[in-house]
């Protein structure tokens, strides 16, 4: 054996410590030495019980000595024990029978259930010693429910009523939270908020990136509770100047939309169109109209978005001959602009109810197709009713961040993820690992792409600023048929303003709102459609993404002049 493998010799003065007091035998004091093996032990039994119970005693002990003394009393050997039988075979523990269906949905779990422990070949139902001794792992027993009582019955209904309402998701989320405006007066300024909103991480709602914050820049930030107890003092110890638009986000939340006006949401005879309705709530107001008015609509869907729900297209016209000229109108790009999806349903509405006795309603749609599409993000629409009201992007997953979703108008091939985009996964701007990587996109693009000898004109929906915006958004430059464009945007605006004396803005979106590439309305003018807009409808920062359903009424009847005017100039020759 060698010696660096054998055991190292303990000093003696280890093993008396003054502190610990350890005191080890001495057999550690060897170098070698081994512990001594125990002496073998010797089979002892209990002296002999006194008086006449001696024989009894033996006779039960040890049977074989019968007749005979006690073995250590007369100094013979012990007998031999008997060898050990075979143990018992393991207990194992059985569940009880299987508990019949249960009689409402969701089964009853009792943590702590009831067990048998059973050794093989004994009857499962008795338990033989202690239960103790079954070692058996814990799962739990589903116990069937109780049945509840009749009266208790509405009251269940009720309360699944409430369950059943989008909003109740944003109940207490943002209790707290803030909407503020800051507009930097010089550079510092300017550097002191982008660094403090990049590392806050907070909601920016203009712009929608810290890219586009420059000198002047009106600035809508939402600020979480706790981020606005630093975020404000830091502001102040600055000498910057904020407003405060919105004191309490939750309380905008609730009286945005509530369960006042939900009764006529649902109702497709007497269709609400002055309130927000939910994605499952378009979809079947867009059934209903396709069965009622098969004559004017058609619908169809392009494609299925992430999360596999269709994407649903009405086509609306009066179909005189097979070739018509068209028009693409599309809302809620960006999930959390409601105003958007309201107007989308909106101008159908008027379509339908007007057509017999408007006569530019008649000459447009006898004239031309409109294609509609209320909801283009369908999946981020849905998770802004369900989870996050202010959710921007699509809901599609990224394999290295946990962050989800893509800007689905930063996704167009055209300039992508070139300035006013983002290639962070987690920003508001993010646009995709690659162009046309949102199934929504890619969906919308085919379809104009297929049909662009047809449409003429590309219209799309956003909030909030009050513009009219036309190309190009991703470079300062003019557009070939700028005078066309400009003169249908002049016109449109000022019919808007007529309505409720609403001022709009109109357009180049790089020189009007900001640079962003990638957009639905660069990528629709580059492939040949000549008319390109994009409005954001009210308001200018009151109450943001919040308008009111209120404020549905006036919005959509002023944009609704607006687009009548841009369609009749389609319908002209412009030189």
């Not at 202690?130 to 208790?152: D, E, V, W």
């Not at 992430?306 to 609306?316: A, C, M, Q």
């Not at 920003?427 to 969906?443: F, L, Q």
């Amino acid at each position: 054996m060698k010696s660096h493998l054998l055991p190292w010799r303990v000093p003696t003065a280890a093993l008396h410590h003054p502190t610990f007091g350890l005191s080890l035998p001495p057999y550690h004091t060897q170098p070698f030495a081994r512990r001594p093996k125990s002496p073998p032990r010797t089979p002892t039994y209990p002296p002999p019980p006194p008086g006449g119970a001696v024989a009894r005693h033996l006779q039960r002990r040890h049977p074989q000595t019968e007749g005979r003394g006690h073995p250590q009393a007369e100094g013979r050997t012990p007998p031999a024990q008997p060898s050990r039988r075979r143990p018992p075979p393991a207990p194992r523990c059985l569940l009880p029978p299987a508990p019949p269906a249960p009689l409402l949905p969701g089964p009853r779990l009792r943590s702590a259930p009831r067990r048998l422990c059973v050794r093989g070949g004994r009857h499962p139902g008795r338990v033989p010693g202690r239960t103790s001794r079954c070692r058996c792992r814990s799962r739990p027993l589903i116990m069937p429910p109780r049945r509840l009582p009749a009266a208790l019955l509405p009251l269940l209904c009720l309360l699944c009523l409430q369950a059943a309402l989008p909003l109740r998701a944003h109940r207490g989320r943002y209790a707290g939270d803030k909407v503020i405006r800051v507009v930097p007066e010089s550079e510092r300024e300017t550097q002191i908020l982008k660094a403090a909103f990049n590392r806050l991480k907070v909601d920016l709602w203009q712009p929608s990136s810290t890219f586009h914050i420059v000198e002047g820049t009106v600035t809508d930030v939402r600020v979480p509770q706790n981020t606005s107890r630093s975020l404000l003092p830091f502001l102040q110890q600055a000498n910057i100047q904020y407003t405060i638009l919105i004191s309490d986000l939750q309380k905008a939340i609730e009286n945005q939309t509530g369960l006042k006006s939900y009764r006529n949401r649902r109702s497709l005879p007497g269709y609400n169109y002055e309130v927000y309705h939910s994605l499952e709530e378009i979809q079947d107001w867009m059934h209903h109209l396709n069965k009622s008015h098969s004559d004017l609509v058609h619908m169809f869907s392009v494609g299925k978005s992430y999360e596999g729900r269709p994407l649903f297209v009405l086509k609306l016209g009066k179909r005189a001959r097979p070739y018509k000229k068209a028009v693409w109108i599309d809302c809620g790009i960006h999930a959390r602009e409601w105003i958007g999806p309201a107007f989308c349903q909106w101008f159908v509405k008027e379509a339908l109810q007007t057509y017999q006795t408007d006569p530019t309603m008649r000459r447009m749609l006898t004239q031309l197709y409109f294609y509609i599409m209320p909801v283009f993000n369908v999946d981020g629409y849905h998770f802004s009713w369900t989870n996050d009201r202010f959710w921007r992007k699509t809901r599609s997953k990224n394999s290295r961040f946990p962050c989800h979703g893509v800007d689905a108008n930063r996704n167009w091939k055209v300039k992508w993820c070139d300035e006013g985009a983002s290639f962070h996964p987690c920003d508001d701007t993010y646009c995709g690992p690659y162009p046309e990587s949102e199934p929504e996109v890619k969906a919308v693009a085919h379809f104009l792409r297929k049909h662009r000898k047809q449409i003429k004109a590309y219209l799309s929906f956003h909030a909030y600023a009050q513009m009219l915006l036309y190309p190009y958004s991703y470079k300062y430059a003019t557009i070939p048929n700028f005078s066309c464009v400009e003169s249908a945007a002049y016109n449109a605006v000022n019919a808007l303003q007529s309505a409720y004396g609403v001022r709009y803005r109109y357009g180049p979106a790089s020189s009007t709102l900001y640079v962003s590439s990638g957009s639905s309305m660069d990528w629709a003018y580059k492939n040949g459609i000549p008319y390109a807009f994009a409005f954001e409808l009210r308001d200018t920062g009151h109450f943001g993404f919040l308008l009111p359903e209120t404020l549905i009424k006036p919005t959509c009847t002023e944009t609704m002049l607006a687009v009548k005017n841009i369609t009749l100039h389609l319908l002209k020759k412009c030189h």
